[in-house]
């Protein structure tokens, strides 16, 4: 993956993490070029296959394709940020926490631990700084 790529991918993502939507401004550690399907599962380093992740997205997802919906508990495939849209299933207040309006949604939301005390107070504060 050369430097180009790279920057094609921060900007398309508006550099914000595609996942819980963090700002990368905020941030001393530069975001992670994340690979939707991971390599140990065939995954290439395709446009279509990358995105930008904020290292704690990109931790907890790992090589993970699916979890289970805390609601159904079905086996139901990660959020993918270039066939699905954000606003389709997921939702964040003011108070910083992201809500899964989807069965999708609320797995990722779980499996990337996006609503952890210390990313929940995170993102409310950034919240208040953007208003
Ligand atoms: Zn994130």
């Not at 299933?89 to 939301?109: K, Y």
Request: proline residues 5%.
């Amino acid at each position: 993956m050369d430097d180009e790529l790279r920057a094609q991918v921060r900007a398309r993502a508006e550099y914000r993490c595609e996942y819980c939507r963090i700002p990368q401004r905020y941030f001393y550690q530069i975001f992670h070029i994340e690979h939707i399907i991971s390599k140990s599962h065939g995954g290439d380093d395709d446009p279509d296959n990358l995105a930008l992740a904020c290292r704690l997205c990109n931790l907890h997802k790992g090589p993970n394709l699916s979890g289970i919906d805390p609601e159904g508990g079905q086996l139901t495939p990660l959020f993918n940020p270039r066939r699905e849209s954000w606003q389709d299933h997921f939702r964040t207040d003011e108070s910083g926490q992201v809500t899964g309006l989807t069965n999708i949604g609320r797995t990722t939301v779980r499996v990337l631990n996006m609503n952890a005390t210390h990313r929940v107070d995170l993102r409310s504060a950034i919240a208040s700084l953007e208003q």
